[in-house]
């Protein structure tokens, strides 16, 4: 069974357009993430949330609305595409770090949806 | 403020020789360190973590890394290259959010390439 899933794994869209994408992990973990790949490869967490709250909101347009129903589904919808949001979109889930903190704890990747706005 | 600088933007070995992939890191506390492997058109998949234990940490396919907090760096290597390591790899320090959840911060990653 996969434990972070995603879909679609490809999603052509022209400009202007509101899309989903939906992730759900398996995993029984706590915390969901959202992380941006551009065309130079760089990695950049976009939103975190812990028990279906946001925890981490790092300056994303407000074109994007990440959506958490419970704590192991977390959709991210996108509002009035724009071309510059080409990129591949990764979904990722940890376990809560408790007191300890979260730090070490490994993130689980899914296999990404890649994004193509025309 | 926690980084990671990957040193190479690529590195081309041959089938069977070793392989190292530099990263050197920057953290105002003891830092957690990953190496994850993403293939091409792949999701990303971690090779290994170090979380401030044993400073050699052995990851999958033969991978290993030693973190060196006098140098700062945190080095993957392989004895021996197989082709099916050819693939993108990233360099990822970990910020840690109240506990309940941590931020990777992730180098701009090396493409391994690797000749028969």
């Known amino acids: 069974d996969t434990a972070v899933s995603q879909t679609p794994k490809y999603l052509v869209t022209q400009m202007g357009n509101d899309k989903s994408i939906k992730c759900e992990q398996n995993?029984?973990?706590?915390?969901m993430y959202w992380y941006k790949q551009d065309s130079k490869k760089f990695l950049k967490i976009m939103f975190s949330y812990n028990n279906k709250e946001l925890i981490i909101n790092e300056t994303v347009p407000n074109r994007f609305s990440p959506k958490s129903p419970d704590k192991a589904h977390l959709n991210l919808h996108i509002n009035s595409l724009e071309l510059g949001d080409s990129a591949v979109y990764f979904c990722?889930?940890?376990?809560?770090?408790?007191?300890?903190?979260?730090?070490?704890?490994?993130?689980?990747f899914g296999e990404g949806s890649w994004l193509t706005v025309v | 403020a926690q980084s990671v600088t990957q040193l190479d933007s690529h590195v081309s070995v041959s089938e069977g020789t070793p392989v190292l992939l530099r990263c050197n890191y920057s953290?105002?506390?003891?830092?957690?360190l990953f190496w994850y492997v993403q293939h091409p058109n792949k999701g990303l998949q971690l090779l290994l973590k170090y979380t401030s234990a044993a400073t050699l940490v052995k990851g999958i396919n033969g991978f290993e890394a030693e973190f060196k907090k006098s140098e700062t760096s945190f080095h993957l290597t392989k004895p021996s290259a197989h082709m099916s390591d050819a693939a993108e790899y990233f360099c990822?320090?970990?910020?840690?959010?109240?506990?309940?959840?941590?931020?990777?911060?992730f180098g701009t990653g090396t493409l391994l390439a690797v000749q028969p």
């Open positions: 990722a889930s940890s376990q809560d770090g408790g007191l300890r903190g979260a730090k070490g704890n490994t993130i689980y």
């Open positions: 990822v320090v970990s910020m840690n959010y109240g506990g309940a959840t941590n931020k990777l911060i």
């Open positions: 995993l029984g973990h706590d915390t």
């Open positions: 953290s105002s506390y003891s830092p957690s």
